[in-house]
């Protein structure tokens, strides 16, 4: 009976790694697609608002799958904008075929580089098909890809075609509006970014702020205090200023001049970096599979969400960014340590992305969970640690004002409009009695 029951025991062992073994493999499968989808938007260059769209409908396509694995997950379909009931599984599906497929497919759709997402999920498609019965795999498959077109034709409703035939934007002379800036002066992008569809909010100027930062010449003003704030900080860096200043950098597609040269640096968007730290911190805390595709497909749903809220104010307000202020008024030498982006300064996008995504992740992750952003290894960044995804978005906020970019008033603003996105997104999506009233 002992020797049985030490048998017994050994099996159960046996099982309960096999099973660990293959939640872990999963929850890396998830990992392994949302950084394929990142590294693949990267090298097709798309603009930072694209970009975030491209990695909203894929994980919500996985999400939508594999929620059916957790009943007491509820789905996203019926609460976000245009949205409908999405087909339901057979009882028996494989659930986790079918959101690889999903997301596949949708991500497939979305991209430049197509072969990229095919040749992966060719891959995966081999590696399924030696441990499965041929049934089960087209069973799953099929339902991956009924929700897959399904999200496709939602997402074609989201007026992102109608964006690209609009008007480019024509900057204005009048004093303190923005213009175009070293080094390559390019026009305003994606100025027509608050035409698209909300995912969850009710109108792209839901969270405009209150409070703006206007623009003044006068020496008594906020802006002109603001503007001398920036050149003052500028000549006073410290290490440690000019680590943060860069490593929140994050230009997807910075040009460098030398000479007669002009060569083109590619980089990770502000919200594929958040989109990392999402995975980097359901890793470090081995959150399960059904919890970590919920926290990329709200984390990118904010980001989403932050972007058109952001860009609206942005060309709105149309504010003139401190290169230009300072170039003509106080040191025509002057530079920042990072290269303007091309569109007006007020809101910050850093700012508001990181706090909407950090306001998602506090709640659904938890506050004061320290975890390790990896993100900048392959751009010549050490690794760093954070306390909690609050500590993070702020230290990505103030990065703005190190790097020269961003005034601070700005940046205080801005930190208010990204938490009021994400606790917006969350209270809609995961539940009231989860998400605090207080900023």
């Known amino acids: 009976m002992g020797k049985l029951l030490q048998n017994l025991i050994v ?4 099982v309960c790694a096999f099973d660990k073994i293959n939640a872990q493999s999963k929850e890396n499968t998830l990992h392994q697609l949302n950084d394929l989808l990142i590294n693949t938007v990267m090298d097709d260059l798309f603009t930072p608002p694209v ?10 396509a996985f999400y939508e799958c594999i929620r059916f694995d957790d009943a007491k997950t509820q789905p996203l379909s019926g609460k976000l904008n245009g949205l409908r009931t999405l087909p339901a599984p057979s009882e028996s599906n494989n659930n986790f075929i079918s959101a690889c497929i999903a997301f596949s497919i949708v991500a497939q759709n979305l991209v430049g580089s197509e072969y990229k997402i095919e040749e992966w999920r060719t891959r995966f498609a081999d590696s399924i098909q030696k441990t499965i019965d041929a049934t089960a795999y087209n069973t799953a498959y099929d339902h991956g890809k009924q929700i897959a077109d399904s999200i496709i034709a939602w997402s074609k409703h989201d007026d992102y075609l109608k964006s690209r035939g609009m008007m480019r934007f024509t900057a204005s002379t009048a004093a303190g509006t923005w213009q175009p800036t070293p080094n390559d002066y390019a026009p305003g992008l994606e100025p027509n970014w608050n035409v698209l569809r909300p995912m969850i909010m009710k109108s792209c100027a839901q969270f405009s702020s209150a409070q703006k930062l206007k623009y003044s010449a006068s020496k008594q003003s906020l802006f002109y205090k603001n503007v001398m704030e920036v050149y003052t900080i500028s000549k006073k860096l410290d290490s440690n200023q000019r680590t943060i200043a860069l490593y929140w950098d994050d230009n997807p597609n910075s040009s460098v001049i030398e000479g007669h040269l002009t060569y083109f640096i590619h980089k990770i968007s502000p919200g594929g ?11 470090q805390k081995n959150i399960s599979l059904v919890r970590t595709a919920q926290a990329y497909a709200l984390t990118s749903i904010a980001i989403y969400e932050a972007f058109i809220s952001c860009w609206d104010e942005k060309y709105k307000t149309n504010l003139i960014r401190p290169i230009t202020v300072i170039n003509n008024t106080i040191d025509e030498k002057w530079e920042p340590m990072i290269q303007t982006p091309p569109f007006p300064e007020f809101t910050s ?4 992305i990181s706090n909407a995504a950090a306001a998602v992740l506090t709640i659904l992750l938890g506050d004061h969970l320290s975890f390790t ?11 760093r640690t954070f306390r909690s995804f609050n500590e993070a978005a702020k230290e990505s906020t103030i990065s703005r004002v190190y790097a020269g970019i961003h005034y601070p008033e700005t940046a205080r603003i801005s930190i208010i409009q990204g938490q009021q996105v994400g606790k917006y997104v969350a209270q809609k999506l995961y539940g009231p009695s989860s998400v605090k009233t207080k900023p």
């Open 373 to 383: 952003d990896e993100t900048e290894i392959p751009f010549g960044h050490k690794p």
């Open 11 to 14: 099996v159960m062992l046996f």
């Open 349 to 352: 996008g850093h700012a508001v």
């Open 273 to 283: 970096h958040w989109m990392k730290i999402a995975g980097h911190a359901c890793k």
């Open 51 to 60: 970009c975030s769209r491209i990695y909203t409908y894929p994980n919500i």
